[in-house]
């Protein structure tokens, strides 16, 4: 997996609120280049496998009931230091504390309806890119 890539899911909230165009044109326009991309909806088990390292985690029952509510879009996302650059483009967890013109500061809802998920580091990115997509459903 190159250093390059970063994975992403636009989630339900922002899906069903109409702002997946929204936020593709801001990730294009911030230089990311989209390797693979799908528009699906995770049972409420797949979501626990995605987000498995957080299974110990109060918010995590809530978290894969919310992730399986609705239709969400898995891109695959490539850039000189994409998951670095991706996170600042998404900005903090909590759009509270996100910074202003960030993807989360002007989508999000909430720490849990936050819009954007972003990987935290390259070996997250290659395998949760590898969750959503096989060798033949990329480009390059
Ligand atoms: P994400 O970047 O997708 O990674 C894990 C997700 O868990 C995170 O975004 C939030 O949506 C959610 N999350 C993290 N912390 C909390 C929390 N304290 N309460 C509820 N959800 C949380």
Redesign the pocket.
Known sequence: MATNRTFTMIKPDAFEAGNSGAILKMIEEAGFKIVAMKATQLTSELAGKF?AV?AERP?YA??CAYMSSGPIIAAILEKDNAVEDFRKLIGA?NPADAAEGTIRKIFAKS??A?AV??SDSDENAAIEGAFYFSEFERVG
């Open positions: 987000y957080h918010f809530d978290l967890t720490i849990e936050n998920h972003g």
